[in-house]
């Protein structure tokens, strides 16, 4: 369950916080401090969490390189934990592909989708299990029931029809969480990414009871950056309310922010409400008169599945820019030097960021979850904050974009709200394998005159990758602050006639 703080998570956040604390110190020979950080994280002599010391040290250093912007070692060469560090001691480095990777002997080899008969089978009278089956696999030995793994399609069925729930599936979680189909078994039975596949949604990331699978980091050059003597700005995604714990007020972020370095901190639902004015204008404009529908385009992953999977698609999803990225320009003209650090929920901005035209925009992307390693670094105790500098710019609809629906909801009524009257039907998915769904209902016809949102977590963007908190929490709290604001919907922004100056390519 997301939300549950573990060993995994646990080990995640001493590594970004130790990458901070290696950032923030201006004495320190990185490539010898990488080489120790793995024994302090893990002292002593005995394995805590596998059956050796060494594993679980190797573990560490393959996360602190990913966390530092590193490619995995190579574990049939001799390398140092440290190789390639020049590369990462920068004040600007793109993600290089891939940007989620599997540290092979973390994997735990999880076996691939199996049914199977567990010890509370009561070898009923009714034998329903055996009734249901389409493919005569499952037969009674010995008074209980027994599949034949070679003829078991894996349908389920048979867990439906038993009266004491004995029958169960066993999938590697990763796979399960893949709403791509992209993760499979190497020749070791390890789990392997298929690039062509992927979206960097990071839900195997998460999912990954084992901690296997990691993406790469930028706090370092993040810190560089702010000790390089640049004016390094923070654009805070609308999910980061309550992420930080739910006594930690928006405005408490807003100074624990500027307390580990950021000159500034900007709401992206700024962003969000430009990106509302434009898909509102686009969806009239082109709803149905030159095409059947339009999907909304802020959900990074969402946008690359449909355009892989349904490529004929691809002119119908919008081409409004996305929040981040309208925040991220709006930013720079203003302050051209500066550097902007969008902030969020979501492993997929990462990559959207590193495109060559959106590079000039964004210069790096931290998670909230990295973001909590450089407040730890720095000794900010968030609940004991006090500041009366509040977050103002955002309207509610942008702030509520956080939310599954939240997106569509602000473009719709955004619409009634300029021309009343105007049907606006909506249809909302969450997870890739219900966007999927739609995308399918779309193509049979039956969402014409729709406006499509799509959001790659389940949940929305409170529940990506980088979140800290549990989803319904976090949900509820972002809804809150969505009402909270004297501005309601995106056209009382004070930023919405630089939309056209913005939006230009």
Known sequence: MRGIYNSVTDLRRQVFTAIASMAYDDNTDYSKRMEEIPYEILPGTKAKYRDSIFLERAIIGERLRLGMGLPVRDITEYTNVSDGIEESTIAKKYYDDPLINIIKFACNACPEKKVFVTNACQ??????????????????????????????????????????????????????????????????????????????????????PFGAIVDKGQIFQTIYAMKEGYEVIAAVAPAFVGQFGPAVTPDKVKAALKAVGFADVVEVAIGADLCTIEEAEDFLEKVPEKQPFMATSCCPAWSVMAKKNFPDFAPYISMALTPMVLT?????????????????????????????????????????????GMFNAKGIELDQITTSDPLTEGTNAGRGFAVSGG????????ILKEHPGTE?????????????????????????????????????????????????????????????????DADESAYGDRLHELSEH
């Open 123 to 208: 070898g009923c009278l009714s034998h329903q299990c055996t009734e249901v089956c389409p493919k005569d696999a499952i037969h009674i030995v010995n008074g209980k029931s027994c599949i034949d793994q070679e003829k078991c399609i894996k349908c389920g069925r048979c867990m439906d029809a038993c009266p004491y729930h004995a029958i169960t599936k066993l999938e590697r979680p990763c796979a399960a969480s893949c709403g791509m189909d992209a993760i499979k078994s190497d020749a070791d039975g390890k789990a392997e990414i298929d690039y062509d596949k992927c979206v960097s949604c990071g839900m195997c990331l998460v999912n990954c």
């Open 328 to 372: 991220g320009r709006l930013i720079k003209k203003e302050k051209p030097n500066a550097k902007v650090v969008f902030i969020g929920p979501c492993a997929a901005k990462k990559l959207e960021a590193s495109r060559k035209s959106i590079r000039s925009d964004i210069d790096f992307v931290l998670t909230f979850e990295e973001v909590m």
């Open 407 to 414: 997106v569509a909801k602000a473009v719709k009524d955004l």
């Open 424 to 488: 606006v039907k909506v249809q909302a998915a969450e997870g890739l394998k219900n966007c999927k769904t739609m995308l399918m209902m779309a193509k049979a016809g039956r969402l014409n005159g729709y406006l499509l949102e799509g959001m790659a977590c389940p949940g929305g963007c409170v529940a990506g990758a980088g979140t800290l908190q549990p989803i319904n929490k976090s949900s509820a709290l972002v809804k809150k602050y969505a009402t909270e604001n004297d501005k309601k």
